[in-house]
């Protein structure tokens, strides 16, 4: 993984024109590549291009790919390491379809997203991008769907900016966008290390218009292991970043600066929560009442059990916190603590 390796790729002369440029980071699942490939394979809609992007990764990608580089509509791209969002640009620059798709490489697509995201974006032009429901599996309790219900303060379907900034309108990773609106935002910013997604879809609604969500599980996104704590503190710091910037775009008089400020200071409660907790864990049983105090107006009736308990016997908070941890790892299930609408707290 030299840091002054010059990108090279490797592809077929020829490839069929394509309506969706198809980027597939495969940093660390080169073991997992062959069934996000096999997936786009399977697309009811043929005219795609494809990326996969190898930015230095620790096992064989180039190996995993190779049974498929005799499809024309698939290349392979290796680089340096910056980071997933350095990658997916890179590998972006190498398409020229008018709409980008995201596919991680541990994640698969249905074989009608392409044809549903695409019709739907070509049908609505006011639509900045589309986004998809999908069963999550893989390191859960059990496996469900990204999302339980319609989307957005609006007609369920429809997102404005708003709704993306206080995450009634969640957005799949795997989403779909158009390029012109990619090159005018300038891409990923490679400054974000962690919640590049949000602070790209963030970026694109600024623009105007809306997202648009179709109803259907139409991807798979798989969970794998990993350290819950360590993600959690990652991601919030990474939501707080893409806030602090979207405030700087929106100034004060915008009614949607009022929301990205509530979300900074949701995500750093949940911010503190969380170091807190991790203090406890360690030891630190003095953290409980920063715990306690973070925890928030929602805190509900098996927290405030905790609490109690705690108290009298604070020894157990810090294994009962380690077990819950393991429970509610990312993509585990619904959170015991439900984090508030800003725009339903500042009506009121």
Same mark, same amino acid.
Request: hydrophobic share 45%.
């Given at each position: ?24 980071p495969?940093? &660390? ?7 996000a490939?096999?997936s ?18 620790? =096992?064989?990608?180039?190996?995993a790919?190779?049974?498929y580089?005799?499809?024309? $509509? ?8 910056r ?9 972006i ?5 008018? !709409? ?6 541990d ?30 599996? &893989? ?14 303060? &609006?007609?369920?379907? $429809? ?17 779909? !966008? ?8 300038? &891409? ?8 590049e ?16 969500y179709?109803? $259907? ?5 798989r969970?794998?292991?990993?350290s ?23 100034? =004060? ?5 009022d ?21 406890i ?45 393991? $429970?509610?790892a990312?993509g ?13 707290a500042?009506?009121?």
């Amino acid at each position: 993984m030299g840091s002054h390796l010059p990108p090279t790729i490797h592809s077929p002369l020829t490839r069929a024109p394509a309506r969706a440029a198809v980027i597939v980071p495969a940093y &660390g699942v080169a073991h997992l590549l062959a069934e996000a490939l096999d997936s786009l394979q399977a697309q009811t809609m043929t005219l795609w291009e494809c990326v996969v992007v190898d930015d230095g990764a620790p =096992d064989d990608v180039a190996g995993a790919i190779a049974p498929y580089l005799g499809d024309p $509509r698939i290349s392979f791209l290796q680089t340096d390491n910056r980071g997933v969002s350095t990658a997916r640009n890179r590998a972006i620059a190498e398409t020229h379809a008018p !709409f980008i798709t995201l596919l991680d490489g541990d994640d698969m697509l249905r074989p009608d997203y392409l044809a549903e995201t695409c019709a739907a974006l070509e049908a609505d032009s006011g639509a900045r991008l589309v986004t998809v429901n999908a069963r999550i599996f &893989g390191a859960v309790q059990e496996e469900r769907l990204c999302f339980a219900g319609p989307q957005g303060s &609006g007609d369920g379907i $429809r997102g404005s900016l708003a709704d993306v900034l206080d995450r009634s309108f969640g957005v799949y990773i795997g989403s779909t !966008f158009r390029r012109t609106d990619f090159e005018l935002i300038g &891409g990923f910013d490679p400054a974000m290390t962690h919640a590049e997604d949000f602070d790209l879809w963030v970026r694109l609604m600024l623009l105007g218009g809306h997202a648009l969500y179709i109803d $259907r599980v139409l991807a798979d996104y798989r969970v794998r292991g990993q350290s819950a704590s360590a993600s959690e503190l990652k991601m919030l710091k990474g939501n707080i970043q893409t806030f602090e910037k979207a405030l700087e775009k929106l100034g =004060d008089n915008r009614p949607e600066a009022d929301i990205a400020r509530a979300m900074i200071a949701e995500n750093s409660r949940q911010l503190r929560f969380t170091l807190a907790a991790d203090r406890i864990i360690d030891g630190e049983k003095a953290a409980l009442a920063e715990l306690k105090a973070s925890a928030g107006p929602e805190l509900g009736v098996m927290w405030r059990l905790y609490f109690a308990l705690w108290s009298a016997a604070p020894s157990l908070a810090a294994p009962m916190l380690e077990l819950r941890r393991r $429970r509610h790892a990312r993509g585990a299930g619904a959170p015991e603590i439900e984090t508030p609408n800003p725009r339903q707290a500042l009506s009121t």
